[in-house]
């Protein structure tokens, strides 16, 4: 265990005192196998509950398959050292349910009976390469087959496409290159994953609409008029990847406002608010308006906007500089 220090826990999302973990659980299907990796910051709490769930289920639905019988007592024990170093966590109000008494109470058996289990299984089967868990801070879970190494990251649903990660790190370094067509390669995978709800594509997405953000900040909106438009071409398959698009089209909105494009810019912002409303859109198309000369219809997006946002600071401050005219 890292040091523990006072931090956002990545499963209850609390304010605890946290530090770095990682948790596996492996379940076996005879001629499928299924690994679930969960590390990053956690409290004292998580790893209670992760670990009792995941040690329940390794215990009892581990074991059926070869590479199982061996993935299944790495889990076992790789769970127990976190839970073991998490105990220099102290306990914070609020945080989920301790584990069980009785379970604490079973804990020293479980090392016994892995090593028991690994030497009796050193004898049968050769040991798969135990590669190192992808750095990720939420679950990730795939079905592999049974004769797969251990801890390949993969995404969930979609077992026969490439991991989401790579492609949006295609996409960057293809725009940063000037290369549109490379990047449209990408997006085009990412746009597969999202159409299969895998949650990693929505944070590929998120990830990607970040870095939009911030290179459109500094004025690149050129080398990313293409990334725009794949990106309006992107399934809508979740609210999380309807809210990301909306959040690159309103960046992309502010970088025409910049430019001169007003119509653009509103353009933009309309598309923002019809995938998924929010105040920053209906103000960037008031901006839009009023550059455009075009006073009543801001106010109105600005009113429209404050109806349905009402705490919106932005918005309120916008509509008084109007009626103070
Ligand atoms: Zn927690």
């Not at 409290?43 to 581990?62: A, I, M, W």
């Not at 769970?79 to 301790?98: H, I, K, Q, V």
């Not at 698009?245 to 960046?251: C, D, E």
Request: aromatic share 6%; glycine share 6%; net charge neutral.
């Amino acid at each position: 265990m890292a040091d523990a220090f006072n931090g956002t826990c990545s499963q209850c999302g609390r304010d605890a005192p946290v530090a770095s973990f990682t948790l596996m659980r492996n379940i076996g299907m005879l001629v499928a196998r299924q690994w679930t990796n969960t590390s990053g910051l956690m409290c004292r709490g998580c790893v209670d509950s992760t670990f009792t769930r995941y040690t329940l289920v390794c215990l009892f639905f581990g074991w059926w398959g070869m590479i199982s019988a061996i993935a299944t007592p790495i889990a076992l024990l790789a769970n127990f050292w976190a839970f073991l170093t998490s105990r220099r966590l102290p306990t914070a109000d609020g945080t989920r349910a301790s584990i069980a008494p009785w379970l604490v109470a079973a804990l020293p058996t479980v090392p016994v009976a892995c090593i028991g289990a690994l030497v009796v299984l050193a004898a049968v089967a050769p040991t798969p390469p135990r590669d190192t868990p992808a750095p990720v801070v939420t679950e990730t879970a795939y079905d592999a087959p049974e004769d797969d190494a251990p801890a390949a990251p993969a995404p969930v649903a979609s077992p026969k496409l490439p991991p989401i990660t790579a492609p949006i790190g295609e996409v960057a370094r293809s725009l940063d290159r000037g290369d549109p067509e490379e990047a449209a390669d990408a997006l085009k995978k990412l746009g597969a994953h999202l159409a299969r709800k895998d949650p990693a594509a929505d944070k590929a997405l998120a990830t990607f609409v970040t870095r939009l953000e911030r290179d459109l900040g500094k004025g690149q909106l050129v080398a990313y008029e293409q990334a725009i438009k794949m990106l309006q071409e992107l399934p809508n398959a979740t609210d999380a990847a309807r809210a990301q698009k909306a959040k690159g089209l309103i960046a992309v909105a502010r970088a025409r406002l910049r430019d001169q494009d007003a119509a653009g810019a509103q353009l933009d912002s309309e598309a923002a608010l019809e995938l998924a409303p929010s105040a920053s859109a209906w103000l960037v198309k008031g901006d839009a308006l009023a550059a455009q000369g075009q006073r009543e219809d801001a106010a109105a997006a600005w009113q429209h906007g404050l109806d349905d946002f009402p705490n919106d600071a932005q918005l309120k401050a916008r509509l008084k500089k109007t009626k103070a005219r």
